[in-house]
């Protein structure tokens, strides 16, 4: 939670997209509108970029990658790395507000989204100037006598950056400052609910930093075509993108003609382990918490707590206490922890699968509909239900709503099968009060992170990713540089 100072109120970000170091308006000059998710209303529109724009920008990064020294010039990206660190802190309050707007991610929980990636830039700048790009792994014997090798790490070439709405300026930064530091050039599409916070980081890019034309490109449209456009363009390297797990398997298969380095962060279904000697008023506070903070719009969120069944009633009533008790309301009132679902049909879908747990016989303790105090905006009542099936569509699919789901278990390893019973393999949380016995636990849950008693597995310099269906590569750490490059070996005389 960070004490942040802003001024409220909607505010419309930048219409147009930069291709090619131009801001500009698609040739049609057709828009397409942004609504505010906690009024309903039209907050203004963006230009629709079409799959012409998207080739356009392509062709930019494609050249400002062949013909111009920015994969190699290593001190002048740091030189403009650094200017855009600086420039998104000068007008960080204008991207709270644009963020706000967007998606109605409260003011009071905006810092994660806006003050965390905007120290990022400055983090990757510096990792990426610090980088060894070449390591002499000395001499190695050859059937033709001995051999040199040096591995020399080089950009890939160009990356496209494909983002949802749900964290739209972080993972707009997460996706693509760490692929600009390591020398690609680089082509963004932001998602259709979140233009603004895309089209704002173009307009900083174009005019407040000396990163050259080609180099950065933003294509903002209203059409999934347009995003399609990218992952199968033949001139595109390499696509990062961070989504469904649908679109994620839509990209892959789009880059398989040309091979394309595919990094994909898509959805998961985090199981929350709570075994019988944990702390319940610690741990299970916290999960209610981080259930509704972003409205549930989070791949990471243990949505599935499990219970022991000898402490069941007593875990149910502190999540019970707390969800009922959660801020929920305006976002841009200080305090208000949980605002809407960014659309009509995100809550449409949330509800529907509400609805499809009860009906396989899940029992609602609390929430289920939408609150009677707030009739205008997409706001859904923080939701919890128990007794539910492992195996029900509810346990299995991603909800991205305020919404958990418990479910009892005798055993550990009954509760380790529970956790594991999913095609995801995202993220995953332990609480226990025996740090070994919730250690071990944590080491046989199939994901890519695992939180045990609260603290966080998540943060710039560890490794984030999914296993099984929730994706490939790692973001974050030295590891998630390092998908930015290619390791070239290269022999030669000893
Ligand atoms: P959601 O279903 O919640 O909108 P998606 O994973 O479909 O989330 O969208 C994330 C991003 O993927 C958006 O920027 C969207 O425009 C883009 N996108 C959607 N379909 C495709 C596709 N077939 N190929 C490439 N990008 C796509």
């Not at 001024?7 to 397409?32: C, H, K, N, P």
């Not at 390297?237 to 892959?252: E, K, V």
């Not at 055993?411 to 609480?431: F, H, R």
């Amino acid at each position: 939670m960070t004490d942040v100072q802003t001024e409220s109120g909607v505010l419309a970000g930048e219409q147009r997209m930069l291709i090619d170091g131009e801001l500009r308006y698609t040739d049609s000059g057709a828009m397409f509108d942004v609504v505010h998710p906690a009024s309903e209303e039209v907050a203004g529109q963006a230009t629709d970029g079409t799959v012409a724009d998207m080739e356009r920008a392509v062709g930019a990064a494609r050249r400002a990658f062949d013909e111009t020294d920015w994969s190699r010039d290593l001190d002048f990206r740091y030189h403009c790395l650094i200017q855009l660190h600086e420039a998104l802190d000068r007008n960080k309050e204008r991207l709270r507000r644009i963020l706000v707007t967007e998606v109605g991610c409260p003011v009071t929980v905006s810092g994660s989204q806006i003050e965390s990636p905007i120290e990022e830039v400055e983090h990757w700048a510096e990792h990426g100037k610090a980088f060894d790009y070449l390591v002499d792994t000395g001499i190695h014997p050859t059937q033709l006598g001995p051999a040199r090798r040096k591995i020399h790490y080089e950009p890939i070439g160009v990356v496209g950056a494909i983002t949802p709405w749900n964290v739209p300026f972080y993972l707009n930064i997460a996706e693509t400052v760490p692929a600009l530091m390591a020398g690609n050039t680089v082509v963004l599409k932001p998602a259709q609910l979140t233009p603004w916070s895309g089209s704002e980081y173009g307009r900083i890019v174009a005019e407040e930093t000396d990163i050259p034309a080609g180099v950065f490109n933003v294509v903002v449209s209203n059409a999934n075509e347009v995003g399609a456009a990218l992952s199968a363009d033949p001139r595109v390297d390499m696509i990062t993108f961070t989504g469904s797990t649908a679109t994620g398997r839509a990209i892959l298969a789009a880059g398989a003609a040309t091979v394309k380095k595919t990094l994909l962060e898509l959805g998961g279904k985090s199981a929350h382990i709570v075994l019988d000697d944990a702390d319940f008023d610690s741990a299970l506070p916290m999960a209610a918490m981080m259930a509704c903070v972003m409205s549930g719009q989070s791949c990471i969120l243990p949505s599935r707590i499990l219970l022991p069944r000898s402490r069941y009633d007593e875990g149910l009533e502190i999540l019970k206490t707390m969800m009922e008790g959660f801020p929920v309301g305006d976002p841009w009132t200080p305090g208000v922890m949980q605002g809407p679902q960014i659309s009509a049909a995100q809550r449409e879908k949330v509800l529907g699968l509400i609805n499809s747990g009860i009906d396989s016989g899940a029992r609602l303790i609390t929430g289920g509909g939408v609150p009677e105090n707030l009739p205008t905006g997409y706001y859904t009542q923080p939701t919890l239900l128990a007794d539910v099936d492992p195996d029900a569509r509810i346990s299995q699919e991603e909800i991205f709503g305020p919404v958990l789901t418990v479910t009892p278990y005798d055993t550990d390893d009954e509760a380790v099968a529970i956790a594991n019973n999913s095609i995801y393999g995202l993220s995953g949380e332990v609480s226990g009060g025996d740090l070994d016995r919730a250690f071990a636990i944590a080491t046989r849950i199939r994901t890519g992170n695992v939180t045990i008693n609260g603290k966080s597995h998540f943060g710039i310099t560890s490794p984030f990713g999914g296993t099984k269906q929730s994706g490939l590569g790692r973001r974050n750490g030295d590891e998630g540089y390092r998908e930015y490059l290619e390791a070239k070996t290269i022999g030669m005389p000893a």
